[in-house]
């Protein structure tokens, strides 16, 4: 150890409190044969581990980790990611009083090892009745920009976003699914780096800046979770995007059948975007490739692979700010024109922060209808009775968990403040009264909405990640 790590790990001992071991560090550090340094409010363990030659791993090589016990230190937490490879870097946030954070970040030095951490440790009870969560961490280069004007074009908005911040790489702008000559009233600006980025939030975050004498909104954009190549390799499944709310699903259906009649297996569409279904994988393939950038009704449609994703973890997923949008059964806003989604490029999302993605999966039940014919045999039954994948709204998952643990139903308490434009915005508190009592009084989200049934839905999610699995 040099004398450096020495003092990084000594000069957190001073305010260290009585649950650390430093002890038991400097022997993890020994066995390892990794450094260590405490800087700018975090230790990094390794970066470069021993031995290490060329550049640092890439994109998608590390794992947030969130819900650490507050005692808990690298002594303990190295092995246990140790189980899914090699760890390039350790990063645990500390506080003064020598605590940590509650989170940490590994770095691997492959994608795939930071893809079997996120599958075996996510929710993993680290300590009895103490469960982390695992997701992927990416260097977020982009933000969100809400309240532009909808007349603008993205030449002039990119041009004024150069003039006002540095490092400007690019301007994504997304037209009316009404009018095709205005945008949505957001834009998302892409910047060279992670820190370009958070030198312009900064700037721009206080609430007062203007452009175009209007008072702009400004955040992190909520970033796609990427999915696995061999994952990708089997959808089979296109995601399009910028159609004219008027045109049907037959014509779509039509359209792509076109280059080669019969590929297509089914099309859903919802209000400007649809989910284009091929029978075989090569099909959907060559369909994007010959139908991205092609118009339909009047409108240049862009065309992409839709990502799948596991559907058992929906709920809590979809809290954590990284949703891909490209699914077919994402909650949307009733009034996408004003919902200002933070999410890049796909249908608008409830607005959310904590990680993760949703799209159909071969065990859930197929939202469609069928014929109901005269005679029909029909059971009455109890919604009880049903499983889980046959509810897609979280309000009823909430109620189905509550009657399968034997809990009163939830109690929901509706609140509005109103936003700086005006708008009354609102969120629910919901009490189970089975755990009132006990750690948790009440679940409220930090996330407003604008109509009611976007409230209750995401309080409804923010409550079941809280309560655990199923």
């Known amino acids: 150890m040099n004398e450096e790590n020495i003092d990084g790990t000594n000069g957190c001992s001073k305010v260290r409190t009585g649950t650390q071991n430093e002890a038991a560090l400097l022997a993890l550090m020994e066995k390892t044969g990794y450094n260590m340094v405490q800087e700018n409010g975090q230790r990094k363990f390794g970066g470069p581990p021993p031995g290490w030659e060329g550049?640092?791993?890439?994109?998608?090589?590390?794992?947030?980790?969130?819900?650490?016990?507050?005692?808990?230190?690298?002594?303990?937490?190295?092995?246990?990611?140790?189980?899914?490879?090699?760890?390039?870097?350790?990063?645990?946030?500390?506080?003064?009083?020598?605590?940590?954070?509650?989170?940490?970040?590994?770095?691997?030095?492959?994608?795939?090892?930071?893809?079997?951490?996120?599958?075996?440790?996510?929710?993993?009870?680290?300590?009895?009745?103490?469960?982390?969560?695992?997701?992927?961490?990416?260097?977020?280069?982009?933000?969100?920009?809400?309240?532009?004007?909808?007349?603008?074009?993205?030449?002039?908005?990119?041009?004024?976003?150069?003039?006002?911040?540095?490092?400007?790489?690019?301007?994504?702008?997304?037209?009316?699914?009404?009018?095709?000559?205005?945008?949505?009233?957001?834009?998302?600006?892409?910047?060279?780096?992670?820190?370009?980025?958070?030198?312009?939030?900064?700037?721009?975050?206080?609430?007062?800046?203007?452009?175009?004498?209007?008072?702009?909104?400004?955040?992190?954009?909520?970033?796609?979770?990427?999915?696995?190549?061999?994952?990708?390799?089997?959808?089979?499944?296109?995601?399009?995007?910028?159609?004219?709310?008027?045109?049907?699903?037959?014509?779509?259906?039509?359209?792509?059948?076109?280059?080669?009649?019969?590929?297509?297996?089914?099309?859903?569409?919802?209000?400007?975007?649809?989910?284009?279904?091929?029978?075989?994988?090569?099909?959907?393939?060559?369909?994007?490739?010959?139908?991205?950038?092609?118009?339909?009704?009047?409108?240049?449609?862009?065309v992409t692979l839709a990502k799948p994703v596991n559907k058992e973890n929906t709920w809590r997923q979809h809290l954590n700010g990284q949703i891909s949008p490209n699914s077919e059964n994402l909650i949307v806003f009733a009034n996408k024109e004003e919902s200002h989604p933070k999410t890049l490029g796909k249908p608008p999302t409830l607005p959310t922060r904590l990680n993760g993605q949703h799209s159909p999966s071969p065990s859930e039940v197929e939202r469609c209808t069928y014929p109901f014919f005269p005679g029909t045999k029909l059971t009455p039954i109890s919604v009880y009775s049903l499983k889980s994948n046959h509810f897609n709204s979280a309000v009823m998952h909430l109620d189905y968990y509550c009657n399968k643990n034997n809990w009163a139903p939830p109690e929901y308490y509706l609140y509005s403040t109103t936003s700086q434009d005006g708008k009354v915005l609102l969120v629910y508190k919901i009490i189970i009264p089975a755990v009132a009592n006990g750690t948790q009084s009440y679940f409220m989200p930090d996330k407003l909405c604008t109509t009611l049934e976007d409230a209750k839905e995401l309080a409804a999610q923010f409550t079941l990640l809280h309560l655990g699995p199923f």
């Open 55 to 302: 550049p640092p791993p890439p994109r998608g090589c590390e794992v947030f980790v969130g819900k650490i016990p507050r005692d808990m230190y690298e002594d303990e937490l190295v092995p246990v990611f140790e189980r899914a490879g090699k760890i390039y870097e350790f990063r645990l946030m500390m506080e003064f009083s020598g605590e940590n954070r509650g989170y940490a970040f590994v770095m691997y030095t492959t994608k795939e090892e930071a893809q079997l951490a996120i599958r075996i440790l996510n929710n993993y009870e680290i300590r009895p009745g103490k469960f982390i969560g695992v997701c992927v961490s990416l260097d977020n280069c982009r933000l969100f920009i809400g309240a532009i004007p909808k007349e603008k074009k993205k030449e002039e908005i990119l041009d004024e976003m150069k003039k006002v911040t540095e490092g400007v790489v690019d301007v994504i702008v997304y037209p009316s699914a009404t009018d095709k000559t205005k945008n949505r009233g957001f834009a998302f600006v892409e910047y060279e780096s992670h820190r370009a980025a958070a030198m312009a939030r900064r700037k721009l975050i206080p609430g007062t800046f203007q452009l175009w004498g209007h008072t702009i909104q400004v955040d992190w954009a909520d970033p796609e979770k990427e999915v696995d190549e061999e994952t990708m390799q089997r959808v089979k499944v296109l995601y399009v995007r910028n159609l004219m709310i008027s045109t049907t699903e037959e014509t779509i259906k039509a359209e792509f059948n076109k280059f080669k009649p019969g590929a297509v297996e089914r099309v859903k569409k919802l209000r400007d975007y649809a989910f284009v279904h091929f029978f075989n994988r090569e099909d959907a393939v060559a369909a994007m490739s010959v139908m991205n950038g092609k118009c339909i009704d009047g409108a240049s449609i862009e």
